[in-house]
């Protein structure tokens, strides 16, 4: 059975006085079946050694160490207690200019740092409304998850571009065919196919989490605005806990 997976994505928000939102949720969840996962920005990881929940960075760089300004490598993640990091997240590919290969690479910098990559993939607007939809994902699957992936080391997190912070969700049909279509390619790949957490993103919130999280194939989410406070992340929990 694939891992049931609550993760939550801070994106650029949170300071110090956030992590009380942290202790809030700990309070009501520290004991869950299900692993839920905290991805805070860089400068809180560290504050976050405490918590029973998994901690895992947004992004991380290619290499190991280097003359990079500005970037962290998996190995510093890892070192402050992170044992997930985000790759490929759209705002990433679209802010930054990511590529497939780029991100393949930073998954297998992840795994050689011990870390579980959460490797992000979906489509634009455009491409649902061109029907390219399977096709993007097919590519981006393809490019983005190294030959070197499995169900231990990898979590796909599906996030339809247009749905991201926008209020806008895939109906579940929509949902369900590309988690079902994820799950085929991953089964023709990997001997481990079956294993692999596949995690649903895209303006998920308490009221619409039990559709969600009763498609087939939807393991968990990944999670941006209602995750950064205890009272909206608290009922999408219960919900995949339910589930
Ligand atoms: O990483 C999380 C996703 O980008 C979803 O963000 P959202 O829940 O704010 O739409």
Not at 4 to 16: E, R, V
Not at 27 to 49: M, N, Q, R, V, Y
Not at 142 to 157: C, K, Q, W
Request: aromatic residues 4%.
């Amino acid at each position: 059975m694939p891992r049931k997976i609550a993760a939550g994505n801070w994106k650029m928000n949170g300071l110090q006085s956030t992590l009380a939102e942290l202790q809030t949720l700990e309070a009501k969840h520290g004991d869950a079946d299900i692993a839920i996962l905290i991805c805070p920005p860089f400068t809180l990881i560290s504050a976050c050694e405490d918590t029973p929940f998994d901690i895992g960075g947004q992004d991380c760089h290619t290499n190991e160490a280097g003359a990079h300004t500005g970037d962290i490598s998996a190995e510093m993640l890892a070192d402050v207690g992170a044992s997930y990091v985000l790759v490929g997240h759209s705002e990433r590919r679209t802010d930054h200019g990511e590529t497939d290969a780029q991100v393949a690479a930073k998954s297998q910098a992840a795994y050689d740092a011990g870390l579980i990559a959460v490797i992000c993939i979906g489509e634009t607007l455009n491409e649902r409304e061109d029907g390219t939809t399977l096709d993007v994902i097919d590519a981006q699957l393809a490019g983005s998850v190294p030959d070197t992936a499995d169900a231990l080391n990898t979590v796909i997190a599906y996030e339809p571009v247009w749905a991201i912070g926008t209020g806008k969700v895939p109906t579940t049909d929509q949902i369900a065919e590309v988690h079902a279509h994820m799950r085929a390619r991953l089964q023709d790949r990997f001997a481990d196919g079956d294993e692999f957490s596949l995690l649903y993103g895209g303006s998920v919130k308490g009221s619409n989490a039990a559709n969600i999280f009763a498609v087939p194939h939807v393991d968990g989410a990944l999670v941006g605005g209602a995750s950064l406070t205890a009272a909206d992340f608290s009922p999408i929990i219960a919900a995949l806990e339910r589930a």
